[in-house]
């Protein structure tokens, strides 16, 4: 079995994504319910990788999954190929300009996996707030950002992400394929899905083309149950809201402080309640 990454100081890996709904603000809240050794991490919804790039010192190995293929596809070169993903970022960096960014940004069918997993990097360090929407044909729809320098390559980040990537099975799958798998109580499954709105305002479901429901919601939790049941180590971030609260009713929930970052008003940036919920 491939043993845990060594973590030093100088080789601590963080997201190499902006995400808006990133956990890196909130992880000294979530310490208190984070094993301090884990066989086989999973994480369904991947996003920026916060979690897992704060846990992978204590993981053996991790499964790490997405819907969105072609966040997928950049945890694999970063993982696979990053010196030429480091490569391809320099250029996008020498030509970055409001123009350059809207024709990158119409680029449809690159030929190579590296060319889109650089183009997705390029257009979240240098789109608006970092947020990731698609439209309903799946294309990526953000305006450019009002940044003066952005990091469109850090190199040494990218570095150190790969290094902790190494242990890791990344694959575009549902939530629900979880199911499928032979999980030992050694384990730990962490689930971060699309958050359920808490307002008619508030409704975020542009990730993907294929958003994130209501009846989603209930077939997580269910699937939060079942593997709870079995004895597996479980958690999940989600709103401080009625549905969600109730459909984890049973569950420890601890309330958790976190700064609304997606608002077109700055002065409505404050911090808002979210739920942890975690199971025995």
Known sequence: MTAALSITPSLQPRPFL???????????????????????????FLGGGAVFFYLVGRIRRAV????????????????????????????????????????VRQQRALPTAIERAARLIYLNKTCYNGLYRENSQGHFNVPVGN?????????????????????????????DKLAERSLSPRDFVYFDPPYHPISSTSSFTGYSRHGFTGADQERLAQ???????????????????????????????????????INSRAGRRGKISELLITSP
């Open 147 to 175: 940044y003066k320098n952005p990091a469109i390559c850090d190199a040494s980040l990218l570095r150190t992400a790969s290094a902790a990537l190494q242990i890791a099975e990344i694959q575009t799958f549902s939530f």
């Open 223 to 261: 699937l939060f149950r079942t593997l709870a049941a079995q004895g597996q180590r479980v958690m999940l971030s989600n709103s401080d809201c009625e549905l969600i609260r109730e459909l984890y009713r049973g569950f420890t929930q601890h309330p958790i402080l976190a700064a609304r970052a």
């Open 64 to 103: 790490l999954g997405d819907i969105n293929p072609e966040l997928v596809n950049v945890y694999c070169c970063v993982r696979d190929d990053v010196e030429a993903l480091i490569r391809h970022l320099r250029h996008h960096q020498r030509w970055h300009s409001p123009d350059y960014y809207y024709h």
């Open 18 to 44: 902006k995400w808006a709904g990133g956990k890196g603000r909130l992880l000294s809240q979530y310490e208190p319910f984070l094993p301090m050794a884990i066989d086989t991490y999973y994480e369904p």
